[in-house]
């Protein structure tokens, strides 16, 4: 059976309220209290291990090294997604990168996780600073492509809910969404070696099956999202390809969950309702893969990986 991984980005309320602008963030209000345990209780549910990708500053607080606790204990693996979840990650200077990844790691190593080898950047791009830093500090992975055409759909979004004097142009753009590989394949940096793992679209057609995209399509009709989840399971399955799907804590909460979200895509589906999509999702996966966290997709995706260049790259 091919395997399939599930990861899981743990966005808080504050990171979405800083991204789009709204100086409530500054209050740093959270809902992983009532996100995470929902998050577990599918997972345990479904029987299957996953990647929590953590934002270092929650790990710093009570309710989220809480959640990095009870995630390890679930026997998940915690990966590093960045310190401060600043979007814009490709406009740091290297030692801003460096000291980024790292306090993110000492935040969740102190909530008790073991030291990351996983990263998934913010803002869906990579640059060779950022995989140096990453081969330095001795990570196995990068999680950070969605490769897609629909970004230039996504740069539009942003430009239109990103605080004034926020990095536009350079988002969810270029490379690392159009023309990347849907596969995982091997970055050679100057600094070592690290495998991409890509966040999974649907071959070919190359558009979106992670788990707020299927929110989205729910919204229009629940046949419709079930039916673009069927359809990328079974190209898929014919061509070979071990999906890697993405969740969000936005993918099990109602909007009053999320004050301040109305803005957000499939904010208006209920809980209840996420909930059972989420159920028959990953039930659906299970079907037909052997679903892992995105550690063990990278350690089963063995050493015949395609090799690219990182100095090919933007440097930053
Ligand atoms: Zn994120």
Known sequence: ????????????????????????????????????????????????TATVFVVGADAERDDGAAAVASITAAGHEVANHSHRHEPWLHRYSRAELAEEVARAEEAITAAGAPRPVGFRGPGYSVTRDLLEVLAERGYRYDASTLPTWIGPLARAY?????????????????????????????????????????????????????????????????????????????????????????????????????????FFPGMAVPGARKVELLRWVLAALRRHFEVVGTGEHVARAGSGLRDRDAGRLARC
């Not at 990095?167 to 690392?176: A, I, P």
Request: hydrophobic letters at 45%; glycine letters at 8%; charged letters at 20%.
């Open 158 to 262: 942003h430009n239109r809910t990103a605080p004034p004097g926020a990095e536009r142009d350079g988002l969810f753009g270029g490379f690392s969404r159009v023309l990347a590989p849907n596969a995982p394949y091997r970055w050679r940096t100057a600094a070592g070696e690290l495998v991409e793992l890509p966040v999974t679209t649907m071959p070919l057609l190359r558009v979106p099956i992670h788990g707020s995209y299927l929110l989205q399509l729910h919204q229009v009709s629940p046949r419709l999202a079930r039916g673009h989840f069927g359809a990328a399971l079974r190209l898929c399955r014919a061509l070979g390809v071990s999906p890697s799907l993405l969740l969000h804590p936005t993918d099990v909460l109602g909007a009053a969950e999320a004050p301040g979200m109305e």
């Open 1 to 48: 059976m091919n395997v399939a991984s599930v990861s899981l980005d743990l966005d808080n309320l504050w990171a979405y309220l800083k991204t789009h602008g709204d100086p409530a963030w500054e209050r740093r209000p959270s809902f992983l209290p009532a996100a995470v345990p929902r998050l577990l209780e599918v997972f345990a549910e479904q029987g299957l």
